[in-house]
């Protein structure tokens, strides 16, 4: 047992020494949350909705009709304002919970990728900041966030409250029909959830462990 405690000690220094400060801290929340024996190659769609309000759809040839019809099957009605396209993957997220879609026709190795970029969006865009307003607002701000009422003069002016997503979260989803980002101030968003992705299927600690051994 104090060998274990020991190692995980080590990890988290090489994890903190060897990345950035913010993904230190996000992953080291993510795994305390999930709190279950870590296999690779890493499959979240297995896990993540154990500890994390997700649900993953896998749809196959997914595109962005293809979502919207599987809504409808659900007597939801759900349109994204962008033109048809096809897609590796998608999250939508409404009162805190999330649905992320994958493309069931893509290889294993894109689609663990496609999931971890998706959940990676959704706690770093969605759900901790979210978190974050609850806990310093209180329940009377769920409502806002939510989109079952409009913010106040107050809530307007407050910089916290601007930042966080009211009503329903898409990931981003505006684009060309080719697959390109069309919307450049959606480039830093994509770029941080690369990052936060790649740290979850393939740690800093466990790559510089394995180089060691060639």
Same mark, same amino acid.
């Given at each position: ?7 995980? =000690?080590?990890?988290? /220094? ?10 230190? /801290?996000?992953?080291? @929340? ?25 649900? #993953? ?9 293809? #979502?919207?019809?599987?809504?409808? *099957? ?19 997220? #409404? ?13 294993? @190795? ?10 990676? /969006? ?9 978190? *974050? ?15 079952? +009422? ?13 930042? #966080? =997503? ?11 029909? *080719? ?15 690369? +990052? ?16 060691? /051994?060639?």
């Amino acid at each position: 047992m104090l060998l274990v405690i020991a190692i995980k =000690k080590v990890q988290i /220094h090489w994890r903190i020494s060897m990345i950035e400060g913010w993904l230190a /801290h996000i992953t080291e @929340n993510f795994w305390s949350e999930i709190g279950s024996e870590i296999i690779y190659p890493l499959d979240l769609s297995i896990i993540i909705s154990r500890s994390f309000p997700l649900s #993953v759809i896998m749809l196959p040839l997914l595109r962005v009709s293809r #979502v919207e019809s599987w809504f409808q *099957k659900q007597g939801i009605p759900f349109n994204f304002l962008c033109q048809d396209r096809s897609l590796c993957g998608c999250i939508i997220a #409404v009162r805190g919970f999330g649905f992320i879609f994958a493309d069931s026709s893509d290889t294993d @190795n894109e689609r663990r990728y496609t999931i971890a970029h998706e959940v990676a /969006h959704f706690l770093l865009d969605y759900l901790y900041p979210r978190q *974050k307003v609850l806990h310093l607002f209180g329940e009377s701000i769920r409502p806002m966030l939510d989109g079952e +009422r409009t913010p106040t003069k107050t809530e307007t002016l407050d910089a916290l409250l601007s930042s #966080v =997503k009211q009503g329903t979260y898409t990931d981003l989803m505006p684009r060309s029909n *080719k697959g390109d980002i069309d919307q450049a101030y959606i480039l830093p968003a994509e770029e941080k959830a690369d +990052r936060l992705a790649l740290e979850l299927l393939a740690p800093a600690y466990r790559v510089l462990s394995l180089q060691l /051994h060639f």
